[in-house]
């Protein structure tokens, strides 16, 4: 009973670098997105994919890519990281379009400085 | 713009009385309603939904009420248990793609 598994659950990144969040699903669900959450704030949807193949982008794209090579997997990439984007960054996967149930991983608390 | 307020960050409730979260909305476009609960260093976890076309909805000690001509909907939790302590989310979407979350309101029950 996996569900949504995210690794790292934890990183520390200099400014600059690039690095993948990893993120997984066994649940053969065709939905998947990324989302943001800042202190004090809700989710920000960061990219959403409908399918193997599909992505688009969400509210807050800039400074992230994503791909979607299996149903399974739906990595995000941030490629020169910087300090606003510290962050908990969530993945989660519904088995349909709205309105249905998304289920969440765990997070990756990231950290730019 | 589409906004969905939590406009209480923090609720501090007695074990065994009722907490009621609230949840305000902007976009009438809006038709279906869910509630997340959130445990620290876990990811969120769906509780209760309700489509607009209702104005309540029951799983055991959790209900939510939707008010459309008030876009005010609500979670009471009764009676509360200290293990329903977490952060509470409600969300919203409308058909497309798209979920639309509050900023969240930490739920304390005080044993």
């Known amino acids: 009973n996996a569900g949504v598994t995210q690794t790292p659950k934890f990183r520390i990144l200099k400014i600059g670098q690039s690095m993948t969040l990893q993120c997984a699903q066994d649940?053969?669900?065709?939905?998947m997105y990324w989302y943001r959450q800042d202190p004090g704030m809700g989710l920000k949807l960061i990219y959403y994919s409908v399918g193997a193949g599909i992505t688009d982008k969400g509210e807050v794209p800039n400074g992230y890519n994503v791909s979607r090579s299996t149903t399974e997997d739906f990595p995000l990439r941030l490629e020169l990281a910087a300090p606003s984007q510290t962050s908990v960054y969530f993945c989660?996967?519904?088995?349909?379009?709205?309105?249905?149930?998304?289920?969440f991983g765990a997070g990756t608390r990231l950290s730019v400085l | 713009d589409q906004q969905v307020k939590q406009n209480s960050p923090s609720l501090s409730v007695q074990e065994g009385r009722i907490s009621i979260l609230n949840c305000d909305y902007t976009n009438s476009m809006f038709d279906y309603f869910l509630w997340y609960k959130k445990y620290p260093a876990e990811g969120p976890t769906f509780l209760i939904s309700i489509s607009s076309i209702k104005d309540k909805n029951e799983d055991g000690r959790f209900t939510v009420f939707l008010n459309k001509s008030a876009k005010h909907l609500s979670l009471h939790i009764v009676p509360s248990q200290p293990g329903d302590s977490a952060v509470y989310f409600c969300a919203e979407t409308w058909g497309t793609y798209k979920y639309i979350f509050g900023t969240g309101t930490r739920l304390k029950v005080l044993a």
């Open positions: 989660a996967s519904t088995p349909e379009l709205p309105p249905s149930i998304q289920y």
């Open positions: 649940m053969n669900h065709n939905y």
